[in-house]
Structures are given as C-alpha cells and as structure tokens.
Nanobody, 115 residues
C-alpha cells in the first residue's frame, strides 16, 4: 500500500498562484506515471496533468500554459505549480500515482479561487 499526502491548497485570489505537493510513502522512482486530477462541486473528477517515469509531461487543455507538473524522486514528491488561477479552477485536487498495474490516490487538497 502507498500513502499519498497532498498539501499546498488554500484560498487564492483570481490571478494568483499555488504550488501543490504530493508526498508518497514509497519511492516514486519506479512509478510509471504521476498525475493530478481535480473535482469541482457537482462535477466529475477530471484529469489535469501527468508526468511519466521518463519525464514526459502532458496537460489538459484547460490548464495548458498555466501549470507545470514536476517530480523530485529524491523526495518522493510530485508538484503542480499553478499560475493565473481563476474561479473555474476551484476544486479539490487529487494526486494519482501508478506503479505498474497498481494505482493509488491521495485524499485531496482544496483549492479555492475567490476575491
């Protein structure tokens, strides 16, 4: 079993930035992919960004150009830097890690964008 703990969420004004972190209880060096998802109230969970074991990154159309995903294998942590946030980015953000056939989720961190 792998524990994932997200942090870095909070209240930010429109146009602001946040950096989310996801710390894993197991080495992420062998994780085939790590990603971020989000779920807004009343909506389905949606994919935001992914980084593979080879370092390839992909982003959803809604976040492309406004966020950067990165991983620090030495710290077993994946990050999501988000910039120019708007009210539509308000959601619970979840970390997801895949090890071969096993997938793990964190419990989420709330991001609220409001003035």
């Amino acid at each position: 079993q792998v524990q994932l703990v997200e942090s870095g969420g909070g209240l930010v004004q429109p146009g602001g930035s946040l950096r989310l972190s996801c710390a894993a209880s197991r080495s992420i060096g062998s994780a085939s992919a790590m990603g971020w998802y989000r779920q807004a109230p009343g909506k389905q969970r949606e994919w935001v960004a992914q980084i593979t074991i080879g370092g390839r990154t992909d982003y959803s159309d809604s976040m492309k150009g406004r966020c950067t995903i990165s991983r620090d294998n030495a710290k077993n942590t994946v990050y999501l830097q988000m910039n120019n946030l708007g009210p539509e980015d308000t959601a619970v953000y979840y970390c997801r890690v895949r090890y071969s056939e096993d997938v793990y989720w964190g419990q989420g961190t709330q991001v609220t964008v409001s003035s």
